[in-house]
């Protein structure tokens, strides 16, 4: 028996959405010091682009991983609708009490991501500027 033919699917998605740097953990002057002016007190944006991979056989009736029309809606649901256009430390409550960097970031995209039913979750890599990017792969 021949092995189903894998592969992988990347999709991009933006956002945009501001956050600070500040970790109640450390004092003022230690996040100043740690975050530089990503630690501002009024919080600063991005223009995320989150690249979110998924994998698994190709379905030999449709010829695809898995299909844009599922994954699009759920991305929006659980990841675009919740995050375009808010201050993550307040209005994400993972990040009551998680500072909200990019890496920190990532991994609550993974997690929302994860259940995804029709394919397999791989990887989800943010671009947070154009010279910085993370990956997270579970
Ligand atoms: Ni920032």
Redesign the pocket.
Known sequence: MSCPLRLTLTRRYRFSAS?R?HSRRFSEEQNRQLYGK?SNPHG?G?NYVVEVTVGGPVDPATGMIANLGELDPFVAREVIEAFDQKYLNEEIPEFQDVVPTTENLCREIYRRLKPFPAARLERVRIE?TSNNSFEYAG
Do not use: Y
């Open positions: 956050h740097l990503c600063h991005h947070e």
